[in-house]
C-alpha cells in the first residue's frame, strides 16, 4: 500500500518535472539545473548575442508596453513585441505571448530581418511548448534551426537544440532528447563555453539512465564530472555524483552508488540550498534500505526530513513523511508509523489541492485561449467577406460611365446585392442572439458544475478520509481481534452512508444542472440529522469527541439534499475545531412557523478578527482544526447560501477558548400536511 501510494505521488510529479524543461528533466531533483542560464558565468553572458531576460518578468513587461506606446522605427518594433512576448511567457499568459510573438514575427518578416524572424521562430516554439501544443513547437523550433544555420550562428544554433532537447524530454522520447542535447553540448564545447557544455553532458547522461542505458549513461556523466572538477564547481559535480549514484543503483551495485553519494556529500558546500544535500540523504536511505540496514536508512530519511523543512518543499516533505511511516512500520513501530502517515496524508491533501486548483486554471486559460482563437478566425472571415464587398462595390462604381445602360444594369446589380447584404446582416444578428443565449445557458451550467465540485470535493473529503484511516489501521494490524468485528460493522455502515451521499449529491447535481433550484418538500429533519452523526462518528471518536443529539422531532419545508449538506458541514466543523473530550450538542426549537437548529460545540471558539471574514458570502476562509486537519474554506459558505435557499438564513456566536454555536433556520411545516 505505502508503495503504491509513492508510486502515483512519483507519477504526479512527472508533468511538473516536463513543464520545467528539459534541464529541469535532466536533473528531475536539481533546482539549480532547472534554467539553463542561471549559472552562466560573466564571460559567457558577455558573449551572449541576445541579452539576458530580465529577472522580474513584470518589470519586463511594463518596460515592453512603454516601448510599444512611443513611436519607434520599424526594426526596432520586432524586439519591442519579443520582449513582450517572453514577458507574458514567464507570466503563464501563454494566449497574449502568442499574439505578441505572432506579431514580432509579422514585423520582422516585413523589414526582411532574418535574425530576428530565426529569434521569433524560436520563441513561438516556446510559447507552443508552454501550451502543450508540441506538434507546433517542433515546427517552430526546425525553422529557427534552419535559419540560424543559414546565417552561420552556431551560439542560437546550441540554444535551438536546448529547447528540441527539453521538448523531446516533456515527451519522454529519450534518444531525441539525448541527441538534441549531445549537439548541444558539442556547440557550447566548440565556443569555449564549458559549463553549459558540461550541463549539456550531465543532461545527455540523464536521457540514457532514463532508457536504461546504463554504461552510455555513465559515459556522459563522467566527462560531465570532468568538466565540473576542471571549473571547480563543487555543486555541479555534486549534482553529476549524484546522478551516476542513480545510474549504479539501477544497475544493481548498491556499493558502487553509496561511494558516489558520501563523495557527492563531502564536497557540496554546506551554504547551498538544501535541495541537493536531502537528495543525496534520500538515495543513501534507498541503499540502505536495500541492503536491510533499516536503522540506518531511518537515520538518513530523517536527516533529509531536516533539510526539506528548510527548503518548504511540500511534496518532497510528503513524501519522506510517507518513507518514514514504512520504515517505522516495518520496525514494528505502529504508534510512529501512524504520525508519520498522518503527516504524509495532510501534505498529500494539500499538495493535491494545490495541483488542482493549478489545472483548473490551466484548462480556464486553455478554453479562453481555443475560444479566442475561435472568435479571431471568425472575425478574420467576416474581414475577408466584407472586403470582398467592398471591391465589388467599387467595381460597380467604376462602372458608371460606361453609358446609361450599363448605368441601370449596375444600378440593379447593386440594389441586389444591398439587399443580399441586409439579409446576411438579419441573418447574423439572428445567428448573435443564437449565440448570446448559448452563451448565457452554458455560463449557467458552469456555475451549476463549479457549484458541484466544490460539494463534492468538500463533503466527500470526511467520509473517505475516516475510511482511509480505518483501512490504514486494519492494514497496519494495530486493532485488537476483539475490537475488529466491531469495525468492520461500522466500516460497513460507513460505507453505505457515503454511497448514499454520492448518490444524492449526483441527484442533486442533475437537478441543479436542469435548472430547478431547490426541491422543496415536508422532512423529518431529526431523521436526516441522525443520519449525519452516525455518518461523521468515526471521525468523532478518532478525536474522542462526544456528539449529543438531542433534536426533537421537527418537521421542515426544505430540500433534503441541501439540508443534509447543511447538517453535515456543521457537525464536521465542529468535530474539526473541537479537542480531545469536548462535547457536540445537535438540538432544536420551534420559533412561530420556523425551526430554529443549532450545533454548538467545547471547541477553541473563533477569534473576533476572523468572524467578520466567515460572515463575507464572497469569500471562503479557513483555518486548521485542532489536529492540523485543512479544509477548503467553502463548507460553510455552501452553508450560507443552501439556508437562504430554503428561506432561512444562518447565523453564529463564538468565544475564543468557549466554544462556538451555528444556527441556521427553515420554514416548518405541520404534520396534517403529509411529506411532499
Partial sequence: MFCTLRACLLLLMMPWLCANGGWAYAAWQQPPFQGRLVRVTPEEQQATPQPLPSPDPAESLRVARRQLELPMQAPLRPQAHMRMASALLDLRRYHEALEHALLALRHSQA??????????????????????????????????????????????????????????????AWLQAAESYRQASAIWQQLAQHSRASIGL???????????????????LQQSARGGRQLHDSVAVGYVLHSMGQVYAAAGNSTAARQQYLQALAMVPRRQPPMLLAMLYEALADINDSTGNLAGARQNVEQAVSL??????????????????????????????????????????????????????????RYETEKKEQEIIALQKQRRRQEANLRRQ????????????????????????????????????????????????????????????????????????????????????????????????????????????????????????RDE???????????????????????????????????????????????????????????????????????????????????????????????????????????????????TGLGLRLCREFA?????????????????VFRFTLPAAEASAGAG
Fill in 111 to 172: 523589414g526582411n530581418d532574418a535574425r530576428n524572424t530565426a529569434h521569433t521562430y524560436d520563441l513561438l516554439g516556446r510559447v507552443q511548448a508552454a501550451r502543450g501544443d508540441s506538434g507546433r513547437a517542433h515546427q517552430w523550433y526546425q525553422r529557427a534551426l534552419q535559419t540560424f544555420t543559414q546565417l552561420d550562428d552556431p551560439w542560437n544554433q546550441g540554444v535551438v537544440h536546448e529547447h528540441l532537447g527539453d521538448l523531446y524530454a516533456s515527451q519522454h
Fill in 202 to 220: 550531465h543532461a545527455v547522461g540523464r536521457m540514457y539512465l532514463a532508457q536504461g542505458a546504463y554504461n552510455r549513461a555513465l559515459h556522459y
Fill in 308 to 365: 526539506a523543512l528548510q527548503s518548504d518543499d511540500k511534496r518532497r516533505l510528503s513524501n519522506l513523511y510517507l518513507r518514514l511511516s514504512e520504515l517505522h512500520r516495518r520496525q514494528g513501530q505502529y504508534r510512529a508509523a501512524f504520525t508519520y502517515l498522518t503527516r504524509h496524508i495532510q501534505l498529500a491533501d494539500s499538495v493535491a489541492a494545490e495541483q488542482r486548483q493549478a489545472e483548473v486554471a490551466e484548462i480556464r486559460m
Fill in 394 to 513: 467599387m467595381w460597380w462604381r467604376n462602372g458608371l460611365g460606361l453609358g446609361a445602360v450599363v448605368l441601370l444594369v449596375l444600378a440593379g446589380a447593386l440594389f441586389l446585392a444591398r439587399r443580399r447584404q441586409a439579409s446576411i446582416n438579419r441573418l447574423l444578428t439572428r445567428q448573435n442572439q443564437a449565440i448570446q443565449s448559448q452563451k448565457e445557458e452554458l455560463n449557467r451550467l458552469n456555475r451549476s458544475k463549479d457549484l458541484l465540485f466544490s460539494v463534492i470535493s468538500h463533503d466527500l473529503r470526511a467520509p473517505l478520509s475516516s475510511l482511509y484511516t480505518l483501512l490504514t489501521l486494519l492494514n497496519m494490524g494495530g486493532v485488537p481481534p476483539e475490537r475488529l468485528t466491531t469495525h468492520m460493522e461500522r466500516l460497513t455502515r460507513t460505507l453505505n452512508s457515503t454511497l448514499g451521499l454520492l448518490d444524492n449529491l449526483l441527484n442533486w447535481a442533475m437537478a441543479q444542472m
Fill in 517 to 631: 433550484g431547490a426541491q422543496l418538500k415536508i422532512l423529518a429533519l431529526e431523521s436526516i440529522a441522525a443520519e449525519c452523526v452516525s455518518l461523521l462518528a468515526l471521525d468523532a471518536e478518532r478525536k474522542q469527541v462526544q456528539v449529543q443529539n438531542t433534536l426533537p422531532a421537527c418537521l421542515v419545508k426544505a430540500d433534503e439534499n441541501m439540508c443534509r449538506l447543511i447538517l453535515r458541514n456543521l457537525l464536521s466543523n465542529a468535530i474539526k475545531f473541537t479537542s480531545e473530550g469536548g462535547i457536540i450538542t445537535l438540538s432544536g426549537r420551534r420559533r412561530a412557523d420556523t425551526w430554529e437548529i443549532s450545533v454548538a460545540d467545547t471547541g477553541v471558539g473563533i477569534a473576533a478578527a476572523d468572524q467578520e471574514k466567515l460572515r463575507q458570502a464572497t469569500i471562503g476562509y479557513t483555518t486548521p482544526g485542532t489536529d492540523r486537519e485543512e479544509g
Fill in 644 to 660: 437562504e435557499l430554503n428561506g432561512g438564513q444562518l447565523t453564529f456566536e463564538s468565544v475564543v477558548g468557549q466554544g462556538s
